[in-house]
C-alpha cells in the first residue's frame, strides 16, 4: 500500500479537481501535502477552495498558475515540491466545445498530458514509491446500445474530439508505463455531478435555469442514457486507487445509475418543485427540446467490478440524496453563481494572479 507525501493536482481549481483536494485533506487519512496546479481556465475558480486557502495555505496546501503545457514550469514544480504523486484532474472537457473549438482539448488534454509524463520521466529516475493517476472518461469507449456495459478492456471507439484527446492521452500514459516503466493508474468515470460544478454542465445549468425561470434545453428525444456518480463518491474512488491501485492497472468507476436525460432534468423538476414549494409540475412546463448536438452518443453504462473487487470501493451516496445535496448547495450559493455570471472571480483571479483573457459564456 502507497503512502503518498507530496501530490500534484492538476486541474485543482475546477468541479471535481476541487472537491478531492477537500476531500483527502478533510475526509482521509492523508498527513501530507498537496500542490494544485491550475491555468485557471473559464471553468477553474479558486473560489472553490478559499476555505482550504484559510485552513491548509502554505502549510499543507500550495496553489501554483501554471498551464500543463508549459514543460519547464511543469518540471520545475516537481522538483520544488518534492512530488511523489501526480493526480491528473486538469483537461478541457465538455463536449459541446470541443465541437466547436477542438484545438484546445488537444493542446491541453493530449500536450498538457505529455508534459507532465516527461517531467515525471525526468524526475522520477529509479524510484518505486511514486505514481502517475490519470483521471479519464468513459466517453473513450464510444456509444453503446440498449444493453451492455463498458469494461476496462472495451475497445476505444470515441466520436467526439473531446473523447479522442482523452483517448490519446490514455494510450500516453500507458505508452510511459510499458516503455519507461513509470508507475501508472488510470481511472474512466462515468458523469459527476454535485457541488462547484461549472454552470454549463446539465445539471447545473438546469438547476440554475429553473431558479431564474428560464427554458430547461434537452438535446433531440432525450433518452440518450447517461450513468450518474456522485462526485464525492468518485473522490473515494480515486484516493482508493492512489493508495492501494495495481500498477499499469485501469479501473473504471460508475454510479450504477442510468438516466436517460429526459427522465433526469424531470427528476430535478420534481425536487425542485418540492424544495421550492412549488405545485407539482412547475418546473416541468419549462422543458425545451431543442437540435441534438452532432455525434451525440446514445448511451453509456460503466461495469466498475474490478474497483469494487479489488479496492472494495462502492457507492455510497443514492442518487436522489445527491440530487437533492446538489440542488440545496446551488439554492444556497447565489453568490456563487452570481460571482461566475458578474466575472467578479475572474477580477478576483486578475488581483491575485494576474491578467490572461477568457472570454465567459
Known amino acids: 500500500m502507497r503512502t503518498p507525501k507530496n501530490i500534484l493536482v492538476t486541474g485543482g481549481a475546477g468541479f471535481i479537481g476541487s472537491n478531492f483536494i477537500r476531500y483527502i485533506l478533510k475526509k482521509s487519512e492523508f498527513d501530507g501535502t498537496i500542490v494544485n496546479v491550475d491555468k485557471l481556465t473559464y471553468a477553474g475558480n479558486p473560489l472553490n477552495l478559499v476555505d482550504i486557502e484559510e485552513e491548509y495555505g502554505n502549510k499543507r496546501y500550495f496553489f501554483e498558475k501554471i498551464d500543463i503545457c508549459d514543460y519547464e514550469k511543469i518540471k520545475e514544480t516537481f522538483k520544488r515540491y518534492s512530488i511523489d504523486t501526480v493526480t491528473h484532474f486538469a483537461a478541457e472537457s465538455h463536449v459541446d466545445r470541443s465541437i466547436f473549438g477542438?484545438?484546445?482539448?488537444?493542446?491541453?488534454?493530449?500536450?498538457?498530458?505529455?508534459?507532465?509524463?516527461?517531467?515525471?520521466?525526468?524526475c522520477w529516475v529509479g524510484r518505486e514509491d511514486v505514481l502517475f493517476h490519470h483521471v479519464s472518461t468513459d466517453e473513450v469507449y464510444g456509444s453503446l446500445g440498449e444493453k451492455g456495459y463498458f469494461y476496462e478492456k472495451t475497445a476505444y471507439d470515441p466520436h467526439?474530439?473531446?473523447?479522442?484527446?482523452?483517448?490519446?492521452?490514455?494510450?500516453?500514459?500507458?505508452?510511459?508505463?510499458?516503455?519507461?516503466?513509470?508507475?501508472?493508474?488510470?481511472?474512466?468515470?462515468?458523469?459527476?455531478?454535485?457541488?462547484?460544478?461549472?454552470?454549463?454542465?446539465?445539471?447545473?445549468?438546469?438547476?440554475?435555469?429553473?431558479?431564474?425561470e428560464k427554458p430547461l434545453p434537452v438535446y433531440g428525444d432525450g433518452k440518450n442514457i447517461r450513468d450518474w456518480l456522485f462526485v464525492e463518491d468518485h473522490c473515494n474512488a480515486v484516493w482508493l486507487i492512489l493508495k492501494k491501485g495495481k500498477s499499469g492497472e485501469?479501473?473504471?468507476?460508475?454510479?450504477?445509475?442510468?438516466?436517460?436525460?429526459?427522465?433526469?432534468?424531470?427528476?430535478?423538476?420534481?425536487?425542485?418543485?418540492?424544495?421550492?414549494?412549488?405545485?407539482?409540475?412547475?418546473?416541468q412546463k419549462h422543458i425545451t427540446f431543442v437540435k441534438d448536438r452532432p455525434g451525440h452518443d446514445r448511451r453509456y453504462a460503466i461495469n466498475c467490478?474490478?474497483?469494487?473487487?479489488?479496492?472494495?470501493?462502492?457507492?455510497?451516496?443514492?442518487f436522489k440524496d445527491g440530487i437533492d445535496t446538489t440542488i440545496y448547495w446551488y439554492t444556497n450559493n447565489n453568490k456563487w453563481i452570481e460571482d461566475i455570471k458578474s466575472g467578479i472571480y475572474r477580477k478576483w483571479i486578475e488581483l491575485n494572479y494576474g491578467k490572461r483573457e477568457v472570454s465567459l459564456k
Open 250 to 283: 485501469t479501473y473504471n468507476i460508475g454510479g450504477d445509475n442510468e438516466w436517460q436525460n429526459i427522465r433526469l432534468v424531470e427528476l430535478l423538476c420534481e425536487r425542485m418543485d418540492v424544495i421550492k414549494n412549488k405545485k407539482k409540475g412547475y418546473y
Open 305 to 318: 467490478d474490478k474497483i469494487k473487487s479489488e479496492l472494495k470501493w462502492k457507492p455510497m451516496v443514492g
Open 160 to 212: 467526439s474530439p473531446y473523447a479522442a484527446s482523452k483517448a490519446s492521452s490514455d494510450h500516453l500514459v500507458k505508452a510511459y508505463y510499458h516503455t519507461y516503466g513509470i508507475p501508472i493508474t488510470i481511472s474512466n468515470c462515468s458523469n459527476n455531478y454535485g457541488p462547484y460544478q461549472f454552470p454549463e454542465k446539465v445539471i447545473p445549468l438546469m438547476i440554475i435555469n429553473m431558479m431564474e
Open 102 to 122: 477542438p484545438r484546445d482539448f488537444v493542446d491541453t488534454n493530449i500536450t498538457g498530458t505529455f508534459n507532465l509524463l516527461e517531467a515525471a520521466r525526468e
